[in-house]
């Protein structure tokens, strides 16, 4: 059991329109985004092709600066505004998407591209699934 | 001028699609509303009404999240997907229009409630004021 | 494996001076901490004993901050200069043993508080093992 | 009157043992300087030059991450742990002074660098002042 997922078990006042489950999925998964985001930026940066993947740098540092945004404000409960919380996951799913599609398109050169990817995928998911239950 | 304006004139290469001017106007009121409700936060945590303040605090905590991840996404130039900007614009009206209509609920006792609340509205204007010019 | 780990085992260019092992599991750490630290503040905010629990609110909002700083340095390789470093790191060690000191003085009453302690003193140790393969 | 000051002059309690003055200078001077490096960053990356200006991008988002940091840790009133917030500025000095020096090895071709060079000159010094008033 993550950290997230502990305390917000223990939290005494947890919003009630959000189900647990989905909601400490989505914090998970935009934590894990975030750093996976970072260390590609970083990788990115470090390797050969640099001037190639600018575009694939300052998406993983946009990735990252949300994600790791929407991890703080979902983890804030109770949530007083749900139309602060749905933006936001929109702007997640957007920038997970476009990050996820960048890094894919030279996973095959880049492990560390295609590791990212991945996490971005499954954020993108987590914050759909969980704007799925808001509705 | 702001460090915001000062670099962003010397940028190689800013995003053609954005005016410089609301960009700039942007960048600095969702970093003076950053500061202004990070204050505010630990002003209403620290005064003798905490218990009431409660959702201003989280509200307080959440625009700084918010508009500092929105500065630094509006400060990498170029940008390169203008969708999640957008995104992310729209969740900072959101929550700047919250968090000032909660502050100026209690302007009158609280100073720093008034003066958070002004950068508020200055902040949700100029995030409104780009995503004029980017329709 | 964490996101952290898989990255930087693909990463072009890893600092020489510091050892893979406790590198990643002091990013691990201050990720953890950062986020007990962040929902154990709100878990306070929300209770009955706000009042009362302010420097531990106080201390948990400085240690996410110092903490999810520290993760974003430590994952940036190749690390330019380690005396930021391991300034960055005494700064997490000092503010992970503050904060487990006041989470451990009231973790009898409330178990967000025993879980986030754990999270700071393990978060602590890590800052400690890095900074002890750096001199 | 930036934010900073103006919240901190209605704050129901600010430390006794800090100086308003350089307080607010150096909050005011760690986020000068995190919007500068960002900015930088983004500059330095989008440039003919960026694979020489690496070492320079890297140490430009470590000075943001930590100037961020510890303007919020300073923002926040009272300071319960002056320890803490001695090894944060410290960390400050450090990171401003290798930035400073970096960028200012490339400020003739580059007027980014030469701008972001300043605000780290400016921060540094600043933190250093808020350090000299706490021995």
Same mark, same amino acid.
């Given at each position: 059991?993550?950290?997230?997922?502990?305390? $917000?078990?223990?939290?005494?006042?947890?919003?009630?329109?959000?189900?647990?489950?989905?909601?400490?999925?989505?914090?998970?998964? /935009?934590?894990?985004?975030?750093?996976?985001?970072?260390?590609?930026? *970083?990788?990115?940066?470090?390797?050969?092709? %640099?001037?190639?993947?600018?575009?694939?740098?300052?998406?993983?540092?946009?990735?990252?600066?949300?994600?790791?945004?929407?991890?703080? %404000?979902? *983890?804030?409960?109770?949530?007083?505004? $749900?139309?602060?919380?749905?933006?936001? $996951?929109?702007?997640?799913?957007?920038? =997970?998407?476009? =990050?996820?599609?960048? =890094?894919? *398109?030279?996973?095959?050169?880049?492990?560390?591209?295609?590791?990212?990817?991945?996490?971005?995928?499954?954020?993108?998911?987590?914050?759909?699934?969980? $704007?799925?239950?808001? /509705?």
């Amino acid at each position: 059991m993550t950290y997230g997922a502990a305390l $917000l078990e223990t939290h005494p006042d947890v919003t009630a329109e959000l189900d647990l489950k989905p909601l400490v999925a989505a914090i998970d998964a /935009t934590l894990d985004c975030a750093q996976a985001c970072s260390t590609c930026a *970083s990788a990115c940066l470090a390797g050969k092709s %640099v001037a190639d993947l600018r575009p694939c740098i300052r998406t993983d540092l946009a990735c990252a600066d949300i994600c790791a945004a929407t991890a703080r %404000v979902l *983890s804030r409960q109770p949530i007083d505004d $749900l139309a602060t919380v749905r933006a936001l $996951l929109e702007a997640g799913v957007a920038v =997970c998407a476009v =990050c996820a599609e960048e =890094c894919e *398109s030279h996973a095959a050169m880049h492990e560390h591209c295609r590791i990212c990817a991945e996490a971005c995928r499954r954020c993108e998911q987590a914050c759909r699934d969980l $704007l799925g239950t808001m /509705t």
